[in-house]
């Protein structure tokens, strides 16, 4: 009990913080004030059924939702918008601490349009609704029985045909589509007596499916007990469309719970006490690997450099037994032997420094993120924040990337360095645009609402074009002022010839055999913000996501550097694209997983959803595997400078 509390807070101190921060402080709602209700995207309700991934407008014609007289859509931060949040106002008239019923929002007419629609959100789709910066929740239990609050509730259930009926008639028997159209919210308020205000800190809406108009004019009744069954998409059309009567019940709470800690109880849902031992577990399994490679390597090495500089002394007295012994560190080690090859410019050097420059921007990205979600300034009342955060930090850090690319490409010898400085500012971020643009087709095909608005592309195009391209030339420049980095060993005249090397120092094999470390160090997170994703909760886990970072980079490092060493005494120095690969392997399991995952756990609806799960994915593993990568490729720059300057050449 006390390591779960602990947990919690761990989780919480940096949300708790957040509340203070400008733009998110708390409000103060004096008894009668109108509180609003805001709807976002009706989005996929995950965990059941077919899992279709994207959004639709909460007022979609398909959907026929009570829209308001005057529709004013929210202003978003650009994460959030880039990232599918819609937010509209509504009709419901919450007032604070007045409890209402049978509140009448409107009578929809369901057309034949809507009749088709609605079915397939049924079960399959939640209404978002936000009072107060807070999602409106529907407790449900978790396998083991645990209550938590999932962000959403459902827009129907579907209920299958009794058996009999369903015997009776053959085909003719169809799954019951109900809608609920009658909304119980239930608002949880915390007084503060002396300054006489009230905060909202829980929302819940309990939905039911009632015929509420069957038999009667147009005023509903709420107490009816005949649920709502959609019809037929057909029926419309001999008999006009269905009516519908959307209600609520409005029931306030006094509550004890502070403001400030109102998100607990969607936070609490990751069952901390398991998250926390496994990640222990995780760190024990790989702080041994590290520990392990790196005491291989240190012993290798020292052995490896005394007997070089002793074999080079022996080579100055011309002792005849020296050959023995030069023969003898030839079977087993070569790194010595590539030292007039190590820093020798690989095959397409222009991009592997491009690659590399954009890869340390988006590890500069990745960390700073992090640690901005460590500190609190991304929390979830803040929406977007993390987003907006990683788009302003990419844009920010194309000054590494020009830096990083500059420098690296003067030292493999390149003559062309504008070009390589214009390839770094323009080539990646178009291959995304272009990408994200490919996404965006399938969404706007679909009318999705998590299709990226117009402005919001022009505003990250100016972002790209005004801040990042600038920052990226003069990055760039100031890398070519102070001019190539320095190697501890001089390139030979003419290459060496490479010997063959084992099938498992081949480039795939080894970034396969390599990659297994850094994914199992990141599994246990992977597989939380997955179930976070695709199941409705709130992810804030920051501090054990730093961690799991940092375990990631780490042994993606070390296993890359032990590659790269093997690779060197395979007399093999081609070691700048491998160790990138070597570096990144964990990349390709993260698409495993995603693969996985779907394969067992998602059902995903129609050819666009596919497409986009996929190109998700691949972002996804793509990020992964530029970061690692650029991680593996310094980690080995690092090592290779400190072991070719520890060996005396002639
Ligand atoms: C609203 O109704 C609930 C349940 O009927 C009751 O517990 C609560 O005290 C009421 N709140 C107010 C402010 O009257």
């Given at each position: 009990?006390?390591?779960?509390?602990?947990?919690?807070?761990?989780?919480?101190?940096?949300?708790?913080?957040?509340?203070?921060?400008?733009?998110?402080?708390?409000?103060?709602?004096?008894?009668?004030?109108?509180?609003?209700?805001?709807?976002?995207?009706?989005?996929?309700?995950?965990?059941?059924?077919?899992?279709?991934?994207?959004?639709?407008?909460?007022?979609?014609?398909r959907?026929g939702?009570?829209?308001?007289?005057?529709?004013?859509?929210?202003?978003?931060?650009?994460?959030?918008?880039?990232?599918?949040?819609?937010?509209?106002?509504?009709?419901?008239?919450?007032?604070?601490?007045?409890?209402?019923?049978?509140?009448?929002?409107?009578?929809?007419?369901l057309g034949e349009k809507q009749l088709a629609f609605l079915p397939?959100?049924?079960?399959?789709?939640?209404?978002?609704?936000?009072?107060?910066?807070?999602?409106?929740?529907?407790?449900?239990?978790?396998?083991?029985?645990?209550?938590?609050?999932?962000?959403?509730?459902?827009?129907?259930?579907?209920?299958?045909?009794?058996?009999?009926?369903?015997?009776?008639?053959?085909?003719?028997?169809?799954?019951?589509p109900?809608?609920?159209?009658?909304?119980?919210?239930?608002?949880?308020?915390?007084?503060?007596?002396?300054?006489?205000?009230?905060?909202?800190?829980?929302?819940?809406?309990?939905?039911?499916?009632?015929?509420?108009?069957?038999?009667?004019?147009?005023?509903?009744?709420?107490?009816?007990?005949?649920?709502?069954?959609l019809r037929d998409a057909a029926s419309a059309k001999?008999?006009?469309p269905q009516?519908?009567?959307?209600?609520?019940?409005?029931?306030?709470?006094?509550?004890?719970?502070?403001?400030?800690?109102?998100?607990?109880?969607?936070?609490?849902?990751?069952?901390?006490?398991?998250?926390?031992?496994?990640?222990?577990?995780?760190?024990?399994?790989?702080?041994?690997?590290?520990?392990?490679?790196?005491?291989?390597?240190?012993?290798?090495?020292?052995?490896?450099?005394?007997?070089?500089?002793?074999?080079?002394?022996?080579?100055?007295?011309?002792?005849?037994?020296?050959?023995?012994?030069?023969?003898?560190?030839?079977?087993?080690?070569?790194?010595?032997?590539?030292?007039?090859?190590?820093?020798?410019?690989?095959?397409?050097?222009?991009?592997?420094?491009?690659?590399?420059?954009?890869?340390?921007?988006?590890?500069?990205?990745?960390?700073?993120?992090?640690?901005?979600?460590?500190?609190?300034?991304?929390?979830?009342?803040?929406?977007?924040?993390?987003?907006?955060?990683?788009?302003?930090?990419?844009?920010?850090?194309?000054?590494?990337?020009?830096?990083?690319?500059?420098?690296?490409?003067?030292?493999?010898?390149?003559?062309?360095?504008?070009?390589?400085?214009?390839?770094?500012?323009?080539?990646?971020?178009?291959?995304?645009?272009?990408?994200?643009?490919?996404?965006?087709?399938?969404?706007?095909?679909?009318?999705?609402?998590?299709?990226?608005?117009?402005?919001?592309?022009?505003?990250?195009?100016?972002?790209?074009?005004?801040?990042?391209?600038?920052?990226?030339?003069?990055?760039?420049?100031?890398?070519?002022?102070?001019?190539?980095?320095?190697?501890?060993?001089?390139?030979?005249?003419?290459?060496?010839?490479?010997?063959?090397?084992?099938?498992?120092?081949?480039?795939?094999?080894?970034?396969?055999?390599?990659?297994?470390?850094?994914?199992?160090?990141?599994?246990?997170?992977?597989?939380?913000?997955?179930?976070?994703?695709?199941?409705?909760?709130?992810?804030?886990?920051?501090?054990?996501?730093?961690?799991?970072?940092?375990?990631?980079?780490?042994?993606?490092?070390?296993?890359?550097?032990?590659?790269?060493?093997?690779?060197?005494?395979?007399?093999?120095?081609?070691?700048?694209?491998?160790?990138?690969?070597?570096?990144?392997?964990?990349?390709?399991?993260?698409?495993?997983?995603?693969?996985?995952?779907?394969?067992?756990?998602?059902?995903?609806?129609?050819?666009?959803?596919?497409?986009?799960?996929?190109?998700?994915?691949?972002?996804?593993?793509?990020?992964?595997?530029?970061?690692?990568?650029?991680?593996?490729?310094?980690?080995?720059?690092?090592?290779?400078?400190?072991?070719?300057?520890?060996?005396?050449?002639?």
């Open positions: 009990m006390r390591l779960r509390r602990a947990a919690a807070c761990t989780l919480l101190v940096p949300s708790a913080w957040a509340f203070y921060l400008p733009g998110t402080a708390p409000q103060s709602y004096e008894a009668g004030e109108p509180v609003p209700l805001l709807l976002n995207a009706v989005g996929p309700r995950y965990g059941e059924g077919d899992t279709a991934i994207v959004p639709y407008d909460a007022y979609d014609d959907i939702f009570c829209r308001p007289a005057v529709q004013k859509s929210q202003t978003l931060s650009l994460g959030s918008a880039l990232f599918g949040d819609r937010l509209v106002n509504s009709d419901f008239a919450l007032r604070m601490k007045e409890n209402s019923s049978c509140q009448h929002l409107c009578t929809a007419e397939n959100l049924v079960e399959a789709y939640s209404h978002h609704w936000l009072v107060d910066g807070l999602p409106a929740a529907e407790m449900r239990r978790t396998a083991d029985g645990d209550i938590f609050y999932s962000l959403g509730f459902p827009v129907g259930e579907v209920h299958a045909p009794a058996k009999e009926t369903a015997a009776k008639t053959k085909e003719g028997a169809r799954a019951e109900h809608l609920y159209n009658h909304f119980q919210i239930i608002l949880e308020y915390h007084p503060r007596p002396k300054e006489g205000v009230n905060r909202v800190v829980g929302v819940v809406v309990w939905p039911q499916s009632i015929d509420s108009l069957r038999g009667r004019g147009a005023a509903p009744e709420c107490g009816a007990q005949e649920p709502l069954v001999k008999d006009g009516k519908v009567a959307y209600t609520y019940d409005v029931i306030w709470r006094e509550s004890s719970t502070p403001w400030a800690t109102r998100w607990d109880n969607y936070l609490h849902i990751l069952s901390p006490r398991i998250h926390v031992l496994s990640l222990i577990n995780s760190i024990i399994i790989c702080g041994f690997l590290c520990f392990m490679v790196a005491m291989i390597l240190l012993r290798a090495l020292n052995r490896d450099i005394t007997r070089y500089n002793a074999l080079s002394s022996y080579d100055l007295d011309l002792d005849p037994s020296s050959t023995d012994i030069a023969d003898s560190v030839q079977d087993d080690s070569g790194w010595k032997l590539v030292h007039g090859e190590v820093f020798r410019a690989p095959k397409l050097r222009m991009w592997l420094c491009i690659t590399v420059g954009t890869g340390a921007q988006m590890a500069a990205m990745c960390g700073v993120t992090l640690f901005f979600a460590l500190l609190g300034f991304l929390s979830p009342s803040n929406r977007g924040a993390l987003s907006t955060v990683m788009i302003v930090c990419w844009t920010l850090f194309g000054f590494v990337a020009g830096y990083v690319s500059s420098r690296l490409y003067l030292t493999m010898k390149g003559d062309a360095i504008r070009k390589n400085i214009a390839y770094t500012a323009l080539v990646f971020p178009s291959a995304l645009y272009a990408f994200l643009h490919f996404l965006n087709f399938f969404l706007v095909a679909l009318r999705s609402a998590g299709a990226v608005p117009f402005g919001t592309f022009l505003a990250i195009g100016a972002l790209w074009f005004g801040i990042n391209v600038p920052l990226t030339i003069i990055g760039g420049w100031i890398g070519v002022k102070r001019g190539p980095l320095d190697v501890p060993v001089r390139v030979n005249q003419i290459p060496r010839q490479v010997p063959p090397s084992p099938w498992w120092l081949k480039p795939l094999p080894s970034a396969l055999l390599a990659g297994i470390l850094p994914f199992g160090a990141g599994f246990i997170e992977i597989s939380q913000i997955a179930r976070a994703v695709f199941g409705a909760k709130a992810y804030y886990a920051f501090g054990f996501l730093s961690l799991a970072a940092t375990m990631v980079g780490l042994t993606a490092a070390l296993t890359t550097v032990l590659f790269t060493y093997f690779h060197l005494c395979a007399e093999d120095y081609r070691w700048h694209w491998r160790s990138f690969l070597t570096g990144g392997g964990s990349a390709f399991y993260v698409f495993l997983y995603g693969l996985g995952y779907w394969a067992s756990r998602l059902h995903l609806p129609g050819f666009a959803n596919k497409v986009l799960y996929l190109g998700y994915l691949a972002l996804v593993s793509g990020l992964t595997f530029m970061v690692t990568g650029t991680v593996g490729f310094a980690a080995s720059w690092a090592f290779l400078r400190v072991i070719y300057s520890r060996i005396r050449v002639d």
